[in-house]
């Protein structure tokens, strides 16, 4: 057993949360991805707050999650403002 995930004196498992560095990962890749593939990154998007969300539940590392839902959310964003503006210079 590694150093990082022994029990602490409470009993608690110390590291990280698995689901809320997955979902910073996930959200921080949907962004850069929008720029690139846009359906990419809205489905990266969902992903990252997803996971976002259900470590949010679990205890610790919730700033990961919290970032995972804020990059992800911008990430979807980011890639329906550019489809749109997409479409609206093929159209005009």
Known sequence: M????RPDVTGKAT???GQAVA????????PISALFI?????VLGVVGI???LRARKQPGSTGLATAGIVLGAVGI???IVLVVAAVAIVNS
């Open 50 to 52: 997803v996971l976002g």
């Open 15 to 17: 590291g990280s949360n």
């Open 38 to 42: 846009p359906i990419v990154g809205i």
């Open 23 to 30: 979902g910073f990962v996930t959200g921080l890749l949907s």
């Open 77 to 79: 964003v980011l890639a």
């Open 2 to 5: 590694t150093a990082a995930h």
